[in-house]
C-alpha cells in the first residue's frame, strides 16, 4: 500500500485525537503532547510512511521514539548543567539579566558564521548530547570526520568568541 501526501494528510486528519491521547498518555502534560504531535505530523509530512506498514501503529511507535528521545536530550541538558559543563545564569540584577542575554546573542551569532557541517557537529555532538558515533550515523559520516569537523569547530568558535 502507498500512501499520497493526501492519503497522508487524511490518515493524520483522522487519527490527530488518537495521537492527542496518546502523546498526553507519554507526556503526562498538554503542552507537551500537543509539541510531541506537532512535531509528529511535521516528521510525517516531510518523510511519509512506509509503505509496508500499517499506518496508525506506525504512528505511534514514531510518536512514542519521538517522545524518548526528548527524554534523553532533557536528561543531557540537566546532567550539563548539574556537572557545571553548562554554567546556569545567575542574574539578580536587569543589567545582569542583559548581560547574559548579550552573551547568549553573541554565541548564537558566532554559531551562524560557522559553516553548516561544523554547526551541525555542534549541535548533535554538544547541543543535542549524542556520542560521535551517534552523530556520524546521523550526519552518515565516519567518526573520524565528525571528530575533526568537532574539534576544528571548537576552535573557531573560541577564536571568534575571543576576537568578539
Known sequence: ???????????????????????????????????????????????????????????????????????????????????NKIPQAKAETLEEVQEIAYSVDQILEVLQSLPEEQRAIISLVIVEGFSYNEAAEVLEIPKGTVMSRLSRARHKLLDLLEKG
Open 1 to 83: 500500500m502507498s500512501y499520497s501526501k493526501n492519503d497522508l494528510k487524511k490518515i493524520l486528519v483522522k487519527e490527530l485525537p488518537r495521537l492527542r491521547r496518546f502523546a498526553y498518555s507519554l507526556t503526562g502534560n498538554k503542552s507537551d503532547a500537543d509539541d510531541l504531535v506537532q512535531n509528529l505530523i511535521v516528521k510525517m509530512l516531510n518523510k511519509g510512511i512506509p509503505d509496508s506498514v500499517e499506518p496508525v501503529p506506525w504512528l505511534l511507535r514514531v510518536c512514542k521514539n519521538m517522545w524518548l528521545d526528548e527524554i534523553r536530550a532533557r536528561d543531557v541538558r540537566v546532567r550539563a548543567v548539574q556537572e
